[in-house]
C-alpha cells in the first residue's frame, strides 16, 4: 500500500497485521481522490478519517494538501501502524490520533470539511454515524454496498470498485 499521489506520492504505508481492519486498496483511493479533486474540495480542508486503520485516506488527504486530519482508531495493531506512517511522513503538527471508538467520539467532532468512514466488515450502523455527523459537510463513505442518504444528507454519487461501494454523501443544504 502506498501514497498515490501529491507531497507524499510513492511513499509505502504500514498496514495493521491481521483481518480486522479493511484497508483502501490503491485503485479505490485514487478514484475517490481523482473524483474530490474534480470537485475541488481537499486542498485546504480539515478532514477526519474515521475507522481509520493505517490512515491511508487520511494521509492521502494530506498529501493531496488537506490542512489537518483527525484520525480516530481504538484497534492496537492498526493504531500502531497509524502512528508510524504518521511518524513516518513527518505529518504529526498536521495530525490528530484518538485512541477511541468512533460512534463514542463523533459527537464531540467540530469544524470537519469531510469525513473519511471506512469501517469494519457488516458495519451497520450507517444511519446513526450519519445523524451524529451535524457539522460535516461531505462524507466519503466506504462499504459492502451503496450507503443509503438518511434525512439531511444527499447522495451525490455512488460507484462500485469490485466488491467496494464507494459513496459521496453531502449534507442537504434545505
Known sequence: MRVIAGEF????????????????????????????HSMGVVEGAVVADLFAGSGALGIEALSRGAEHCTFVERDRSALHALRTNIDTLGLAPRSTVHATDVMAWVPAMRNIDIAFIDPPY????????????????????????????????????????????VTLLERDGD
Do not use: C, I
Open 9 to 36: 506520492g510513492g511513499r509505502v504505508l504500514v498496514a495493521p497485521e491481521g483481518l480486522t481492519t479493511r484497508p483502501t486498496t490503491d485503485k479505490v483511493r485514487q478514484a475517490v481522490f481523482n473524483s474530490l
Open 122 to 165: 457488516a458495519f451497520d450502523g450507517w444511519a446513526e454515524l450519519l445523524g451524529l455527523l451535524a457539522d460535516v459537510g461531505l462524507v466519503v463513505a466506504e462499504a459492502d454496498d451503496p450507503v443509503a442518504a438518511p434525512p439531511g444528507w444527499v447522495q451525490q454519487r455512488s460507484r462500485r470498485y469490485g466488491r467496494t461501494w
